[in-house]
């Protein structure tokens, strides 16, 4: 289906006339809708290709002006030379675009097909998720969590790369190796699982024993401490190559494992997952390790991990060790897989389901986060998380029929948050989180860790109850205007606090599925 407001901010971008509040919407929605990202490219190609075949016109335009005054003894060294400028001039727009898409902020300002690349902007990765990584000094990602070309060793724990050209990394340690290109990494001890994307077809993992070139396809390599070598193919075909000359020397197919060393192959079974963690295992260890930190959070009223309890899946156990024990309960909604596989969450379907709560006390800051999924907005207001009825004091944490935030808000004064700079997508798993912080009078939305809108109000003496609230329904309200949540909820947590924007920021990473806006 056709976006005609998302093709217009491409185009814009494109053409380097975006205002910045357009430049921030588009931001946003490349970095959370994956169909946004898929359009963005299409797009781009397409004006890519335009502009290169406009270059064309132009330079046979002027070859043409200029071989008509010349003798023909000196035309035959110049058209090869136009046809090269050419051809260089479209291979730098197609990096400068690329540099353009895989930097953080998207930009209006276009930049030009001869422009320098910068050697600091030479990112070739970026760090998705991790679980307890602990890295030599100065061979990790660093807090940016940035892979550049250079040596990185992982001392213990798993971690999670995406490079530039959509290629997916999982690291097992200790493994230690070299990352060339975008192309290339040499393992020299540990293991590495690759995901390659047809586009990054005949990206290498390479040993000292061997060369292993993907050809489409989920493959892991691992080294030991003896520098055997050995790969396990997933998905697709994988081939073997001699180190040196690069001669083929095997096939390794779906579902088998080869052992190299020197020049002797040897089949193998296929090794434990242990070896060879997925993208999704590495998440799900990653927020494991989180969801043990947090519920020792002093400040947590409550947090519902969203576990389901086998002796009364009717009830929403709360996990904060110094909250008030305040467990939900559960009506109607089922529980069903979460974000990834082995971990739970509970689906609003059918009129009527919602999970019931009471967190008592009055509180003069509160913030809320939580993990979901919407599958619909089928009524004018969706809920999240709503307070009963519009009693002083009281929240709706609510999603409106086109996404926007705009309506949720704290009431004594009725006040509403506006001005929003995105939406919450449909279909896809997200970070949605809500701040009151009565020092600087503002209530804060943000969306997988950035601020979505900010809303000054200044009600001096203003506490938040949340005794008498309900996760996916607005109840004791007209009738018909339920306002139930349809999707999925997996995770959600109360505090007595304002958090800043960068424990959110981290809560949205650490907690993330297993790739970027799925």
């Excluded at 997933?234 to 073997?240: A, I, Q, W, Y």
Aim: proline share 5%; glycine share 10%.
């Amino acid at each position: 289906m056709q976006d005609p407001r998302l093709d217009f901010l491409v185009h814009g971008f494109l053409d380097g006339g975006l205002s910045e509040e357009d430049a921030e919407e588009l931001d946003l929605r490349i970095r959370t809708e994956p169909t946004a990202r898929r359009r963005f490219w299409e797009l781009a190609r397409m004006h890519g290709e335009l502009r290169l075949w406009g270059e064309r016109r132009v330079a046979q335009g002027h070859a043409a002006r200029t071989l008509a005054h010349l003798p023909p003894e000196k035309t035959a060294r110049i058209l090869p030379r136009k046809r090269l400028w050419v051809s260089v001039s479209a291979a730098a727009a197609a990096v400068a675009l690329a540099a353009l898409v895989f930097g953080g902020r998207f930009s209006s300002q276009v930049v030009e097909p001869h422009a320098p690349v910068s050697a600091s902007r030479e990112v070739l990765g970026l760090r998705v998720v991790e679980s307890e990584a602990v890295y030599v000094s100065g061979k990790g990602p660093g807090n940016a969590g940035e892979l550049r070309a250079g040596d990185y060793e992982l001392q213990e724990g798993s971690a999670y790369f995406r490079l530039r050209n959509g290629v997916d990394l999982t690291l097992q340690g200790p493994a230690r190796f070299t990352l060339h290109d975008l192309s290339r990494i040499t393992l020299v001890q540990g293991a590495i699982r690759a995901l390659v994307p047809e586009g990054a077809r005949g990206f290498t993992i390479e040993s000292s024993e061997a060369r292993f070139e993907d050809l489409g396809t989920e493959f892991g390599v691992e080294v030991d401490a003896q520098g055997r070598s050995a790969v396990s193919v997933f998905d697709g075909e994988v081939r073997v190559k001699t180190p040196d000359t690069n001669r083929p020397l095997a096939l390794v197919r779906f579902g088998q494992a080869l052992e190299v060393k020197g020049r002797e192959l040897r089949p193998l079974q296929k090794p434990s997952s242990a070896s060879f963690p997925s993208m999704e295992a590495v998440a799900s260890r990653g927020w494991q390790a989180e969801s043990r930190r947090l519920r020792q959070d002093p400040d947590l009223l409550a947090y519902y991990p969203f576990e389901a309890d086998p002796a009364d899946p009717h009830l929403l156990r709360d996990a904060a060790l110094h909250g008030t024990g305040a467990d939900g309960t559960i009506q109607g909604a089922q529980w069903v897989t979460g974000r990834w596989s082995g971990k739970s969450a509970l689906q609003f379907e059918s009129p009527g389901d919602g999970v019931w709560l009471s967190l008592p006390g009055e509180h003069k800051d509160v913030s809320m986060a939580a993990w979901i999924r919407v599958d619909r907005l089928d009524h004018p207001l969706n809920a999240v998380l709503n307070t009963n009825g519009w009693s002083e004091g009281g929240f709706h944490w609510q999603i409106n029929r086109i996404g926007s935030l705009s309506s949720s808000g704290i009431y004594g004064g009725r006040h509403g948050s506006i001005d929003q700079k995105g939406r919450v997508p449909l279909g896809q798993w997200v970070h949605l989180a809500l701040v009151w912080d009565s020092q600087a009078g503002e209530l804060r939305h943000f969306l997988n860790g950035d601020v979505l809108c900010v809303r000054g109000w200044k009600h001096p003496g203003f506490r938040v109850s949340l005794e008498d609230a309900c996760i996916g329904r607005l109840e004791k309200w007209e009738p018909g205007d339920h306002r139930e949540f349809r999707g999925r909820i997996d995770e959600m947590a109360v505090w007595r606090r304002a958090l800043s924007g960068a424990e959110l920021k981290r809560f949205a990473e650490l907690g993330s599925p297993t790739r970027p806006g799925q």
